[in-house]
């Protein structure tokens, strides 16, 4: 079966340009993470949404970044005016389920957007 | 200081051996603790997940919890050089989202 697939799997952009990066989760999947992962780090959470609710964007680095699921299906995350500093891995991450009380839910990753802003 | 810590490595061990690889955590919050592996240029994928203290068998692997230390433990056995990859560890509330490490790289060599 299908896995969750992200596109374009790397981008390069100029600073300053607006780049749009694409995840198709799981089929049926309620729940989608977007995480950035730094070279040589471990990822670090953006933003959640449960179907097409963005219930938490805490992890946004600035107002620059912007995430929408808007059928609760794909999703898109857009970063406007980019800067080196956000050259990095974009993951995303789909779960059958929402988050309940003493019920894991898995979360199945997708390969990622290598983004790199020269 | 990042809520949770990782041995940085790298780690370098011959085939056949027994690897540790470990992370504290200082969140009291945490319920779930995971171990993903990942290799290069692809995504996370999970190897294991525990909920409460203890031990967790899946074939070559055990996962350790210590909640009362917030330390927490991966265990292989009988290392093959196919294991070769970072291991990160991850952890997670009720709310959803996941604090990660920032992985130990391994090596196994044949």
């Known amino acids: 079966g299908a896995g969750v697939s992200q596109s374009p799997r790397y981008k390069v952009a100029k600073r300053g340009q607006d780049v749009a990066l694409r995840c198709d989760p799981i089929s049926g999947h309620v729940s989608l993470f977007w995480y950035q992962q730094a070279l040589g780090q471990g990822p670090e959470f953006l933003t959640y949404f449960q179907n097409e609710a963005q219930l938490d964007k805490s992890g946004l680095p600035s107002d620059r970044f912007f995430a929408e699921r808007p059928e609760g299906s794909v999703s898109t995350l857009k970063i406007q005016r980019t800067q080196q500093e956000d050259s990095a891995v974009y993951l995303c991450a789909s779960s059958p389920r929402t988050g309940k009380r003493n019920t894991y839910n898995e979360q199945f990753f997708g390969p990622g957007t290598r983004l790199t802003v020269l | 200081q990042k809520e949770v810590e990782q041995d940085p490595g790298p780690l370098s061990v011959p085939e056949g051996a027994i690897v540790s690889l470990n992370c504290t955590y200082s969140?009291?919050?945490?319920?779930?603790f995971m171990w993903y592996r990942q290799y290069s240029r692809k995504g996370p994928e999970l190897l294991m997940y525990t909920y409460s203290s203890g031990n967790k068998e899946d074939g070559r692997f055990t996962a350790q919890v210590d909640k009362s230390s917030k330390y927490i433990s991966l265990f292989i056995r009988d290392s093959q050089p196919s294991d070769s990859a970072t291991y990160l560890c991850a952890m997670l509330t009720n709310a959803g989202k996941s604090t990660f490490g920032d992985g130990t790289t391994l090596t196994v060599k044949p």
């Open positions: 969140n009291s919050a945490f319920q779930y």
